[in-house]
């Protein structure tokens, strides 16, 4: 019986049209052999499947000037195909595995991430549940800490380190490399979860291990009442960041309305739950002008909009596309700020409910 082709990495992607010079949102699948791309993440045929056998791959591909984070895959018939990633790290990700897969296929071997599991074998009188209570122990457990990292108070958290230093403490492991294994462990069931973007980004597969043995990768128990303090843009509000169910991230934005073209500062609330992008008039007002549903969306940074040079808009910009394939296009204040609305829309329209 013939093996189905390995999963190594999906997710939403803006892609260019094969005929028409349009870009829209497709859910794509990296495989051994060859990239498919569905119009939404629950449809069962695909769109479409590029084969990786004699491609090539281009990044950072600068063809469209004001599109950024593009890579081109080059098919072995010489078709071209233009795929965007919303921020830095999630193209390089994406590259990184497809020459990868490629590499594989042209050398005849299978893709195979690198895995401390190869030469690490947990002790099976591990239980994850009843660790996480020894870890949560108020005496002999993790010690809680406030900590400070990009301007931002992070509340009731720890570090890497700091778990994998009490993982050695306690016995619960013979080495480091194996508590990697063990607090990958614990992340991936729920146990654990990551707090900032260093941590975050290693969760998603940006790194070689899901779990950072690092000083500045922070966590907290999903039941401890984690939240992250800092300046929002809006110099007049200060951000409280809870993760069950109230405000990921909020502070002001310039939006580019949809019959008139013309731009206007709103301010934004961004919620888990449900997966929705507020904005509401900054000179105050309790209800909200309007909401851009986040669940299925994609978002992604932009050079240049419609109409943007007539109202002298110009840097930070980015794109949320809905489901519906509705286009939404919002200012920054900042690239720093730009980046983190970014990665916290990406979250929640994730994770969101």
Not at 56 to 81: E, W, Y
Not at 223 to 251: I, M, P, T, Y
Request: some cysteine; proline content about 4%; charged content about 30%.
């Amino acid at each position: 019986m013939e093996r189905e082709p390995m999963r190594i990495r999906e997710g939403y992607l803006v892609k260019k049209g094969s005929m028409f010079n349009t870009w829209k949102p497709m859910w794509v699948v990296l495989l051994e052999d060859g990239i498919e791309f569905y119009k939404r993440k629950v449809d069962n045929s695909p769109k479409g499947m590029v084969p990786l056998k004699g491609s090539s791959i281009n990044s950072p591909c600068q063809d469209f000037g004001k599109r950024m984070f593009v890579f081109k895959l080059t098919a072995a018939k010489q078709q071209d195909h233009f795929f965007q990633a919303a921020y830095l790290e999630e193209r390089d990700a994406w590259v990184r595995d497809i020459k990868k897969a490629i590499q594989c296929l042209d050398g005849g071997q299978r893709f195979a991430r690198k895995s401390t599991r190869k030469s690490i074998r947990l002790p099976e009188t591990i239980n994850l549940s009843a660790l996480y209570l020894s870890m949560k122990d108020p005496e002999k457990g993790i010690k809680e800490l406030k900590l400070e990292k990009d301007k931002k108070m992070y509340n009731h958290c720890f570090t890497g380190t700091c778990v994998i230093d009490w993982l050695v403490s306690s016995n619960s492991i013979r080495n480091r490399k194996e508590g990697l294994m063990l607090a990958s462990a614990l992340l991936s069931e729920g146990y654990l979860q990551p707090a900032g973007d260093t941590s975050k980004a290693a969760a998603e597969g940006l790194s070689d291990t899901p779990f950072l043995d690092l000083v500045d990768a922070y966590y907290y128990f999903p039941d401890s009442g984690f939240f992250c303090e800092g300046n929002s843009s809006d110099d007049d509000v200060v951000l409280k960041e809870e993760f069950r169910g109230v405000v990921v991230k909020q502070g002001c934005l310039l939006k580019q309305g949809h019959r008139r073209k013309n731009w206007k500062v709103r301010k934004f609330v961004l919620r888990d739950d449900p997966a929705y992008l507020h904005y509401y008039d900054p000179a105050g007002g309790e209800d909200p002008l309007g909401a851009i549903r986040l669940r299925g969306c994609v978002v992604t940074a932009v050079e240049d909009v419609p109409d943007s040079k007539k109202y002298d808009i110009n840097n930070n910009l980015f794109e949320v596309i809905t489901a519906d394939d509705i286009h939404y296009y919002l200012q920054a204040a900042s690239p720093t700020e730009r980046t983190e609305w970014i990665k916290a829309i990406q979250t929640v329209a994730r994770t969101g409910k």
